[in-house]
């Protein structure tokens, strides 16, 4: 039986191995998979500063102070955001934030919460 290996759909590592039943895991993110389903698979993939895939609906924390234009204060660093909706583009997250309204975040600045 030959060890082949796949790249992770999510962290792109080379390692994946197989683990039976046509399913592969990455030792380096711990995501399991099939690569006939991956493939099937079209959709949008966003990674947070530590490399989490994101979801629609998924709360994260922005982790450093965010300058708003127009406002006084910036977004500090810790607040938490709820329901967030990804989207195509260079500001990947659309998400409501307390005392701020709707915005749009890069995913770079927020971590899975």
């Not at 991956?38 to 998924?58: A, K, Y």
């Not at 909706?85 to 005392?99: A, P, Q, S, V, Y």
Request: hydrophobic share 30%; proline share 6%; net charge negative.
């Amino acid at each position: 039986m030959s060890e082949e290996m796949k790249a992770c759909p999510v962290c792109e590592s080379p390692y994946g191995y197989t683990t039976g039943d046509d399913s592969y895991t990455c030792p380096e993110c711990a995501n399991e998979w099939n690569p006939k389903e991956v493939e099937m698979e079209v959709g949008l993939v966003v990674l947070d500063s530590n490399g989490t895939r994101l979801q629609t609906g998924d709360s994260v924390i922005v982790i450093k102070n965010l300058p708003v234009k127009g406002a006084p204060k910036p977004v500090k660093s810790g607040t938490k955001v709820k329901n967030i909706r990804l989207t195509e583009g260079e500001h990947n997250i659309n998400c409501k934030i307390d005392g701020f309204g709707s915005m749009q975040l890069k995913s770079e600045f927020v971590k899975k919460g």
